[in-house]
Every structure is written in C-alpha cells, then in structure tokens.
C-alpha cells in the first residue's frame, strides 16, 4: 500500500516537518557528490550494530563517534526511492502531528523517536557490520502518533492487487495498522532468518512506530477546561 494523501488538512505551517524533509534532501544530494567514498561515510555517519557490540571494534571510536550516529544516520539516504519514499511519508502524516504537538514538540518527538527505533534496531542485529541509515525509524513514530491523533482521518491509498491497481479512502487506523502488522510480520521474519529481510531494518520501524504512541502522552499539548 502507497500513501496518496490524507484528507485532514492542517491549520498551522508544518515549519519543522519542512526543514527535516529539506535537510534530508541536501544531505543527499551531498552523498551523490561523494561518488565511491560513499560507502565510508555510510559507515562513519549511519548506525552500524557491530560499532556498539563489538569490543574490538569500538575501542577505535570516541564517545562522541559513538553518539553521533544516533542522529545523523536519521538524515542518510540509501538512493532516491528511499529518500522519496520516507519524505512523502512525512509529508503527508508529519504536518497534522506537528500541528498537534506543536514545532518544538514535533522536533523533539520526532529525534526522540528515531533514537528508540535506533536503539531497538542495535538490540535487534547486535553484530551487524552494515550501516543502517533513513529517516524511516522516525518517520514510523510520526506514523504511531498520527494513528493515534487521528485515526479516523482518510487516507487515499494505492493499492496493488496482483496486476491491478486500486485507488481507495480507508481510516489512518486501518492503512496504519495493517502497515504496522507488516512491519511485524516481515521483523518476526528477519529474526527466525538471522539476517534483515529485504535489507530493511523492519525492527526499527516497529520500535519507531511503537516509540512514537509512548512518546505521545509526554509530547501531546493539553487543553485545560
């Protein structure tokens, strides 16, 4: 299933949702200037399991080498279906849930997010060697919240059947929770295989998406009576 839109227009400019979709951007457009060296700064910027597991790895990065990954690794891109496929996913869900938290929140949220679906990922592949990079860890929190703030909100969905392609509305509750039971299905998957299905990191997804309805409680705006 592919997100078309949502019928759930928002009321405030989604500032921050903007600028991450636009700091995602340059950063990619800075690692195609890279050309073959791209592979190291994949492994010095994203988030590499074994770096933190692995003793005889980790005593050749500092603490702040160690730390940095968390974050950047949130604004890497593996190629331009990755990039365009997580930013039109924040595009579409991202400004309703900024409007609800507000910018600041939002920013915050969404960092907090991608950090528990980075560390939820490290528990996951504990010895991988692979770099892992996207936004899409957070992006699943910014999906959890959305879920939840508005579950019944319509979300216009493209969806294959076999050969056929079929456009249909159904509830955010429905197209996010049958994308979550996909991503757990696929993550229970990788687990029994020892290995990433696909080369999706499907348990960051899970922990993001997760993370992101904890964190809603702490980060959603009260209105008093």
Known sequence: MIPLRDANPSYRTPVVNYLIIASCIVVFLYELTLGPYVGEFFLLYGLVPARYFRLDVAVHFSLIEQIIPFFSSMFL?????????????????????????GHLRYFLFYLLSGLIAALIHLITNP????????????????????????????????????????????????????????????????????????????????????????????FRVRRWR
């Open 127 to 218: 010895l991988s060697p692979v770099p892992t990079v996207g936004a899409s860890g957070a992006i699943s929190g910014v999906m959890g919240a959305y879920m939840i703030l508005y579950p019944r909100a319509r979300v216009l969905t493209l969806v294959p059947i076999f050969i056929f392609i079929q456009i249909v509305e159904i509830p955010a509750f429905v197209f996010l929770g049958l994308w979550f039971i996909l991503q757990f299905y696929s993550g229970t998957l990788s687990l029994l295989a020892g290995a990433q299905v696909g080369g999706i990191a499907w348990w960051a997804h899970i922990g993001g998406f997760i993370g992101g309805i904890v964190l809603l409680r702490f």
């Open 77 to 101: 891109h593996g190629g331009w279906l990755h990039l365009i496929g997580n930013m039109w996913t924040l595009y579409i869900f991202g400004d309703n849930v900024e409007s609800a938290l």
